[in-house]
């Protein structure tokens, strides 16, 4: 019988293009799932690591880590997912590429998110076998406690939306203590990270305000489908004015001087310190969006002691997250055709355009997926 094979993107080093290799598919090792892909995002991570504001050791890989999948093998069976849910071949499921150490004081206390030796699994040289480390190609290696399966009532193209960019999203709002029914949200950046943070907060109960970007036809329209209270274009509108705009929102819903949570998803520094003054006194900043080192602003640090402010960040996320993003589209039906929509679907080949639409923004959510299945979704945004 002729030796599978299968086709990957290699990362070498920022701002080169990554190199589309042929490698054979071996048989998983004990412990271990060969995954067939279904879908692979790049995520904004990925972008910022190829334009070099976030450091990557000095050697080839395989990026991406947000692959979704069928099991075409498993290395140990009967086998469980890494949230206890039995697995078989042919299972779709999402892979996890967090690996916390489990033995360091956070660890320890439960708060693997953010683990002191913080690991991922493709952190391994892409000519190493079995080569298919990073989300990258068209199978994936993973470790079978890091697969999380899609229940029945999830359709996969809609989980494979958001599925870094939901329970990252999850993780802030969880340790900024969540939501309560009434609050009013403002959301900085409409792309992945608050789209899902719109649709997250508004099932909640939540008045939500977003400043974002209205040059995408189709993430506007998808940002509105979502349903948020108040968009501000952030071009057409001063900081200025979105602070008059959210004070005057918070004094007609009673909220106090701002809002009661802020979440800075759009990664840009300059977004910081704005969202400083949109939030209510006592209210929360939660800054899940600055990933990379994109340089350094001036604050006014008097605010944050003034107005009594609690700034929380958070990066990584937890297993059990991408468990409760899942959760959420299962109860909430209606949102799987809208996040199915985000999908712009290209072959491996394709590649290097993939992650130039997705650092130009011209895609929602930019995804590597099967040869011959590229009209899955929405087609990719014209350059």
């Known amino acids: 019988m002729k030796p599978r094979t299968g086709r990957l993107a290699v990362f070498s080093g920022p701002g080169k293009p990554l190199a589309v290799v042929t490698r054979e598919v071996a048989a998983p090792g004990a412990g271990e799932a060969l995954l067939r892909l279904t879908f ?62 489990g033995t360091c004081f956070n660890c320890r206390r439960g708060e693997t998110a953010s683990c002191l030796a913080f690991g991922v699994t ?3 040289p892409a000519d190493q076998p079995p080569y298919f480390h990073g989300g990258l190609g068209e199978y994936l290696y993973s470790p079978i406690q890091n697969l999380v399966k899609i229940p029945d009532g999830v359709d996969p193209a809609a989980a494979a939306a ?18 309560e029914p009434g609050e009013l949200v403002v959301i900085q950046g409409n792309g992945a990270l608050g789209l899902f943070a719109l649709a997250w907060a508004k099932r909640r109960g939540a008045t939500v305000a977003v400043i974002g970007s209205g040059a995408n036809p189709a993430r506007l329209a998808l940002m509105r489908a979502l349903g948020p209270d108040a968009f501000f274009d952030y071009r057409a509108t001063t900081p200025e004015a979105a602070r008059e705009a959210v004070a005057g929102l918070a004094r007609r819903l009673g ?40 340089g350094t602003i001036a604050l006014a640090p008097q605010t944050v002691t ?78």
């Open 40 to 101: 692979s995002g790049i995520c904004g991570t990925d972008v910022h690591i190829h334009e070099g504001c976030l450091a990557m050791p000095a050697m080839p890989l395989v990026i991406g880590h947000e692959f979704s999948g069928t099991i075409a093998a498993l290395g140990t069976e009967p086998a469980s997912d890494g949230l206890g849910a039995p697995l078989a071949r042919g299972d779709a499921v999402i892979a996890c590429v967090a690996v916390p150490c």
């Open 122 to 124: 493709y952190v391994k």
């Open 162 to 179: 958001f599925p870094c960019g939901g329970p990252t999203i999850i993780r802030a709002f969880a340790y900024g203590g969540g939501l």
């Open 255 to 294: 909220r106090g001087d701002g809002a009661d949570v802020v979440v800075e998803t759009s990664g840009n520094p300059k977004a910081f310190a704005e969202g400083l003054a949109l939030v209510r006194t006592r209210g929360r900043y939660l800054v899940p969006g600055q990933y990379s080192n994109r």
């Open 306 to 383: 003034f107005k009594a402010l609690q700034i929380i960040g958070s990066a990584q996320y937890q297993l059990a997250d991408i468990g409760t993003y899942l959760d959420f589209l299962e109860a909430n039906p209606d949102l799987q055709p809208l996040f199915r929509s985000a999908l712009a679907c290209y072959p491996i080949d394709a590649v290097n355009t993939a992650l130039a639409d997705a650092a130009a923004g011209l895609a929602i959510k930019a995804a590597i997926c099967p040869a011959g299945t590229e009209t899955a979704g929405r087609e990719p945004a014209a350059r």
